[in-house]
């Protein structure tokens, strides 16, 4: 009964994940920095923060973050601090000492709770995402579907999200790939560092409509 409305939540939400933006930027780095698990981890946190938007979706939260100009402003200044942040860190990376240029890949050992609580903090400060799942939850979906239909949606957009991610970490964290950046990992990292920081610029500028 609700294939034709699931599948409409489906295609935009593919639209949207597979667009570049603050989440697939902390992946790339995490996976090319630390290997590939510090990237999946990223990405499960990415996928867990979605819950977070579908959580005040459903609760009428976001209705409230959308009509606020303070509310929205604080969360997007938030956010756009995040992204300076970890975007700082990464300009301020250096080159691999020349003894660890055989190992594959660069940087520190990163554990599983930093690269998680990176994607999580990342996909839940988004502002941007809150309008999106606003947007969803009151245009797309309608409000008359039950209410553990909509949190199904919920469950699928996360699960979906999580998958995406881990796709691009595989991807990004295969040998070859890191082999390429060992010798210029932080020069990556630097221009990561450059995307961030511009990300959290245009984040910083973005105006509630």
Same mark, same amino acid.
């Given at each position: 009964?609700?294939?034709?409305?699931?599948?409409?939540?489906?295609?935009?939400?593919?639209?949207? %994940?597979?667009?570049?933006?603050?989440?697939?930027? %902390?992946?790339? +780095?995490?996976?090319?920095?630390?290997?590939?698990?510090?990237?999946?981890?990223?990405?499960?946190?990415?996928?867990?923060?979605?819950?977070?938007?579908?959580?005040?979706?459903?609760?009428?939260?976001?209705?409230?973050?959308?009509?606020?100009?303070?509310?929205? &402003?604080?969360?997007?200044?938030?956010?756009?601090?995040?992204?300076?942040?970890?975007?700082? #860190?990464?300009?301020?990376? #250096?080159?691999?000492?020349?003894?660890?240029?055989?190992?594959?890949?660069?940087?520190?050992? +990163?554990?599983?709770?930093?690269?998680?609580?990176?994607?999580?903090? !990342? &996909?839940?400060? =988004?502002? #941007?995402?809150?309008?999106?799942?606003?947007?969803?939850?009151? %245009? %797309?979906? =309608?409000?008359?579907?039950?209410?553990?239909?909509?949190?199904?949606?919920?469950?699928?957009?996360?699960?979906?999200?999580?998958?995406?991610?881990?796709?691009?970490?595989?991807?990004?964290?295969? +040998?070859?790939?890191?082999?390429?950046?060992?010798?210029?990992?932080?020069?990556?990292?630097?221009?990561?560092?450059?995307?961030?920081?511009?990300?959290?610029? #245009?984040?910083?500028? !973005?105006?509630?409509?």
């Amino acid at each position: 009964m609700y294939w034709a409305e699931f599948l409409t939540v489906a295609l935009i939400h593919l639209l949207a %994940v597979a667009s570049p933006g603050p989440d697939f930027a %902390v992946v790339v +780095r995490e996976s090319v920095a630390h290997g590939r698990r510090a990237g999946t981890w990223t990405a499960l946190g990415v996928g867990t923060g979605i819950f977070v938007h579908v959580a005040y979706s459903l609760l009428g939260i976001g209705l409230i973050v959308s009509q606020s100009i303070v509310l929205f &402003n604080a969360l997007k200044w938030l956010a756009a601090a995040y992204l300076f942040y970890i975007g700082i #860190k990464a300009l301020r990376a #250096k080159p691999a000492a020349p003894g660890s240029l055989e190992v594959v890949g660069y940087g520190s050992e +990163r554990s599983p709770r930093g690269a998680f609580m990176t994607g999580f903090v !990342t &996909n839940g400060l =988004n502002p #941007k995402a809150t309008l999106f799942f606003l947007s969803l939850f009151t %245009v %797309v979906i =309608n409000p008359h579907t039950p209410l553990a239909v909509q949190a199904g949606y919920g469950v699928y957009l996360a699960f979906a999200t999580a998958i995406w991610f881990c796709l691009v970490a595989l991807l990004f964290s295969q +040998r070859r790939v890191r082999a390429g950046f060992a010798r210029m990992g932080h020069w990556f990292d630097r221009l990561m560092g450059t995307v961030l920081v511009g990300l959290g610029v #245009k984040l910083a500028f !973005t105006e509630l409509r």
